[in-house]
């Protein structure tokens, strides 16, 4: 399907956004979790947001889900894994469906713009973001797994049915998988290596593991990775005052343009993000 | 008296700074009206502030006065009519008192960043922005004046006595002044003309009055009159992505910075200065 403006990420640069392009009458496909924004959610007390005082993340979120719900939003709840120009502007793969969309807001949040060392350059060679979709290609062999939420437990269970071995990182603190072929990392993946394709990869720690495959189950790709030609500053996707990137129809807004990394900054971006796409088109 | 930082501007920008600017302990001199943005407080409904749903302006800037009540943040509520870099920051103006201060914000709202033709030639030479200041100078002679807010009044009520002829245009629309000398204009001040010092006005609707003075009754006064060097970009105060004008230690925020003029845009801005303003010394 065929959509005015797709957004990627449900933090509050994407809600920001959102609610604007709403009023002006856009037709939105809007990626990305309906639990919003985890760095919000786990964030004790904000007291520098100006309307809501002294507030909880839990209770923000809250304020904020009731929000797109009134608003008639509706977020669809798949992970961006690549996002192509087209001649008429860009198109989207989430899980496994495509979409269209004329132009795009990349708010994708604090995740670096950068992906790992040799992730892009082993994307679709050993190195996939979707269980589902490149799962079957690892029956009895071995791969890495690095998950950055719970809520993508059941595909690395998923991963574990087909795999003999999984080299399993859990970017948050109460993972629940004890599965007999789940070897758990101690610290992170450090870069992704091999030739033709996936052979190895290393950690942080330094330690090697030989294996076939990396699945990268993070709530967000790198920008980079999304998108083959994005101009970054650093780790962040470089913006104008208008929030354009250097692909034309393409924004960005929120902790993904670079510091500070705060809410208001995030609404103020999504904001002005959502009246440039509407001027622009 | 010595600050850290002094806000010009009460709206969302300046709130927002004024809290985060607070959070980092620096001492703060902040000028503005009380009352806050009338701009937001006019606003029937504001649908697109994300974690403030559907809300009236007036509740708006009920929640903000609260939050800056509960921040411990005062609001000094004085016109700032001039301000001038020193070696050290800034010197401010605010009605009669002199202030300083080592870094500044620009959050003066809407008001177009430049001024009115002949304002600023005529600064000091007919044209002031204090009554109480000013006002006896033009003792049993004809002055014209532009009230903004129905709050300086009283000032016109002061010049009132004072002069001969009172030549007043009231930009908003209870003016209650109904005294025999005060001839009230049909519209407002398109310049202000003369060699060495006033001479006369001419109004938008194409009259010409001969005055000896202007008094320009404004809740702000246009940056480029406050400030001689400040770069402006058409009617807006040019600003980089970190919010600092061309002058080092000077930063603006929320609509005298341009487009999109939005609660969202302004409380982003503000937040960004104020972090700018952390950095940088």
């Known amino acids: 399907m065929r959509y005015d403006v797709a957004i990627i990420g ?68 798949k992970m961006v894994t690549s996002i192509t120009t087209t001649r008429q502007g860009f198109m989207i793969l989430g899980d496994n469906d495509i979409y269209e969309a004329d132009q795009i807001l990349l708010a994708t949040g604090t995740i670096a713009a950068k992906s790992l060392p040799g992730e892009q350059e082993l994307l679709g060679k050993g190195v996939s973001y979707c269980a589902t979709c490149d799962g079957f290609l690892y029956k009895q062999k071995s791969i890495a797994v690095l998950c950055s939420a719970k809520r993508y437990e059941h595909e690395v269970k998923y991963l574990a049915e087909l795999a003999k071995k999984v080299y399993l990182y859990a970017a948050y603190s109460d993972c ?82 670079g510091r500070p990394y705060q809410i208001a900054k995030a609404v103020g971006e999504g904001n002005i993000a959502a009246h440039s796409i509407v001027e622009d088109k």
């Open 176 to 257: 629940e998988i004890n599965l007999p072929n789940v070897e758990l990392l101690g610290s992170s993946i450090r870069e992704i290596k091999g030739q033709e394709r996936v052979e190895h990869i290393t950690t942080l720690s330094g330690e090697e593991y030989p294996v076939d495959g990396v699945f990268i189950l993070r709530t967000a790709v790198a920008p980079t990775s999304l998108m083959n030609n994005l101009e970054v500053d650093g780790n962040h996707i470089a913006v104008n005052r208008k929030m354009e990137t250097n692909i034309p129809g393409c924004y960005a807004a929120g902790d993904c343009t």
């Open 10 to 77: 449900t933090g509050p640069a994407g809600i920001s956004a959102a609610l604007n392009l709403k009023l002006h009458n856009k037709s939105i496909i809007w990626f990305g979790s309906s639990d919003l924004s985890m760095k919000v959610e786990k964030s004790e007390k904000i007291a520098n947001y100006p309307g809501v005082p002294m507030v909880g993340g839990q209770s923000l979120n809250d304020i904020f889900k009731r929000q797109i719900e009134d608003a008639g939003l509706e977020i669809t709840d």
